[in-house]
């Protein structure tokens, strides 16, 4: 889209909403608009949020309080990407982009669509629930999200909440944060249909098509469909020492076929009904073992979520939602013979009322999580809840309390809580403290999987967060201390052999203690864009564990250990430019020392390492743009898990023509 030349009213406001457009994930910027799908509440989008003065603006942000509230009187941290900084993301899956979130580590085993995990302050990807228009996507067999079978391209934008507040808010899972994924096509300003195609390294192909449709009759639809595949590269490294390790000098590629749906209809003023969805069909390569065949080292991937919901807006700033979603994650692994077919329904009724100071928010929910699975049986897992809030958003005081109650069908009821408040010193400065109760229940997998223990314990946990934020109009800075201590925390213990390096179980640490800080700094000066981020972590265990022995029968104690893939130091920083047809973005990211194990063994310690990687935008023609990516530019030889490859200097360009 061909930007307007700038004028002096709005020459701030312009570099603002540029800096979101330039892919700057590194702060809590938002200009996000609220779709028309969103998943509690409907809230009709402003009419044109790019263009308009900051004063004018709704920085408007749903997950972080299950109620649209502004961003800058939210309390926990929040960041938004939106659908322009998605387009830096083509021929990418979500975890690439949550991967270079502040506050996130990750590992993969491989390339694209590889298996892969990240970890938000500390917490592990399966302590971290993550939302497809408010209907929870899981792995209900493992407890985490397949982020990396999910394509950027069919994605309109993703709210993070960091922090254990999300609990109290959206039940277990949520002890680390949410990340919020809204299916493409919920802001529709005017019908059109665009196509979309894309090559990049490895042989990488990407072709898809958009069409979207909005009437003066209150229908909007959008229908997405896209084809991404690659070669792929040689995702695992060579280890002699290690019998297990699989190794086949080859190509491993990756494709998939992507679908997203989004359809609302007004009925009148009042009544709002729709419907949206994201499915993704994926076929993974990867590298035989000992015992496969040549012809059977692929998996078979089925991923998505969708709903349908009548919304009731029976007062102005008051509704009433009630939804049904349900997701799959489904894998067949020809390898092994192994299938894992899980599947989530949920029910929700959503309200938000106006009181004469706040707003109360209050609903229920009930959950079924089933799971087929070769590996082994076990009875549906259901989950009844109900929940009431309270978020009073001012220019002076801040101030969010929650509290939620769950009825687990194996685990009984708990209950947990969130407190937060935060003071406007000034008009651009604010200062705020949160506390959040936190639980998880253990997945199947670690009940009864490779290594199962039918006798873990959930995970509670206590989380402390303070912040001081600096918002003026061209800096904003948040500076985010935190400190969470998690009981019976939920973890694979080693025990070698001489046999299987890998041998232990799974295991309730006694006590974790994870503590650190997070800085963000955005700068827009002329046309210029700026800015950084920096994590400083420690996550360690910090309790009395003794319910392992070695071979002389001394008791095992991992008490003041690293816990695993957590660097203590994580860092990014950018600089671009912008104009009315283009923009241009370099980052470079850093990532420190971490172990991969509790263990924390030397042979599993990965080093730190830095990327520098290229993107951009360029609009060719009103009706024509293009977009490109270069990624690892000084080809940096490096891993993030131990035995996995992982890719040099790699790119993506991909060109877009719109049909008005």
Do not use: C
């Not at 899980?342 to 959950?367: C, T």
């Not at 290594?451 to 959930?458: A, E, F, S, T, V």
């Not at 991969?596 to 993107?615: A, F, M, P, R, T």
């Amino acid at each position: 889209m061909t930007m307007p030349h700038f004028i002096d009213a709005t020459t701030t406001a312009l570099r603002l909403s540029v800096l979101t457009a330039m892919g700057i994930s590194a702060s809590t910027l938002s200009f996000a608009v609220t779709p028309q799908t969103q998943p509690d509440v409907y809230v009709m989008p402003h009419p044109n949020p790019i263009y308009t003065p900051r004063a004018e603006l709704e920085e408007i942000v749903v997950t972080a309080a299950r109620t649209p509230t502004k961003l800058n009187n939210t309390i926990a941290q929040t960041t938004v990407v939106d659908k322009a900084a998605l387009q830096h993301y083509q021929g990418q899956s979500a975890f690439d982009v949550i991967s270079r979130q502040p506050g996130v580590s990750y590992y993969s085993n491989g390339g694209l669509g590889t298996k892969a995990n990240f970890y938000m302050r500390g917490y592990d990807g399966k302590q971290i629930l993550v939302l497809i228009d408010g209907v929870r996507y899981s792995s209900v067999s493992d407890g985490g999200a397949a982020l990396q079978l999910l394509p950027a391209d069919q994605i309109d934008r993703i709210e993070i909440l960091q922090g254990a507040s999300g609990s109290s808010i959206y039940g277990a899972d949520a002890m680390g944060g949410v990340i919020q994924i809204f299916t493409k096509g919920q802001d529709i300003e005017q019908s059109q249909i665009s196509v979309t195609a894309g090559v990049g390294s490895h042989n990488q192909y990407l072709y898809g098509a958009s069409a979207q449709l909005r009437n003066n009759s209150g229908t909007a639809l959008s229908l997405s469909a896209s084809h991404n595949e690659t070669d792929g590269i040689n995702a695992t490294l060579p280890n002699p020492s290690n019998p297990f390790s699989p190794y086949n000098k080859d190509k491993d590629g990756f494709e998939s076929d992507n679908y997203s749906l989004s359809l609302t209809q007004k009925v009148n003023d009042a009544l709002l009904v729709g419907a949206s969805g994201l499915y993704s069909e994926s076929t993974s390569q990867f590298d035989k073992g000992p015992s496969q065949g040549d012809d059977n080292t692929r998996s078979e991937q089925k991923n998505g979520a969708a709903q349908a919901f009548v919304d009731w807006r029976y007062a102005p700033s008051s509704s009433v939602k009630l939804s049904y979603g349900q997701s799959q994650d489904k894998s067949y692994n020809y390898g092994y013979n192994s299938l894992y077919d899980s599947e989530q329904q949920q029910i929700s009724l959503v309200g938000r009322h106006q009181l004469p100071v706040g707003q109360a928010v209050f609903g229920a929910e009930h959950l079924k999580q089933s799971l087929d699975s070769t590996a082994y049986k076990v009875d549906d897992r259901k989950v009844t809840s109900g929940f009431a809030g309270y978020v009073l958003g001012s220019d002076s005081f801040d101030a969010q309390a929650n509290v939620r109650y769950d009825d687990f069908s194996e685990y009984g009821s708990q209950t947990t809580y969130n407190l937060g408040g935060a003071y406007h010193i000034t008009p651009g400065f604010r200062v705020g403290a949160n506390y959040a109760k936190g639980f998880r229940a253990p997945s199947f997998n670690e009940l009864f999987g490779y290594g199962g223990n039918p006798k873990l314990n959930p995970e509670t946990s206590d989380n402390y967060e303070v912040f001081a934020e600096l918002n003026s109009l061209n800096n904003i800075t948040r500076v985010t201390g935190y400190k969470n201590d998690v009981k019976d925390l939920i973890t694979y213990v080693y025990e070698p052999t001489t046999d299987n390096p890998y041998a232990g179980s799974i295991e309730n640490v006694d006590r974790a203690k994870i503590k650190g800080i997070t800085l963000t700094s955005d700068w827009f000066i002329e046309n210029y864009l700026l800015g950084f981020s920096y994590d400083y972590m420690q996550a360690k265990d910090e309790g009395d564990y003794t319910g392992r022995v070695d071979d002389s029968g001394n008791p095992i104690d991992y008490n003041g250990n690293f816990l695993a893939i957590r660097p203590e130091h994580k860092g990014l920083a950018y600089i671009g430019y912008q104009w009315p047809s283009f923009d241009i973005r370099a980052e470079y990211q850093y990532v420190g020392d971490y172990y991969y194990n509790l263990n924390n063994d030397d042979s599993q310690l990965v080093k730190s390492h830095g990327l520098v990687n290229i993107s951009g935008n360029y609009q060719l023609t009103p009706k024509l743009s293009m977009t490109a990516r270069l990624n690892n530019l000084t080809n940096k030889e490096y891993v993030s898990a131990p035995g996995y490859n992982t890719e040099g200097t790699n790119f993506f360009t991909s060109l877009t023509y719109n049909f008005y």
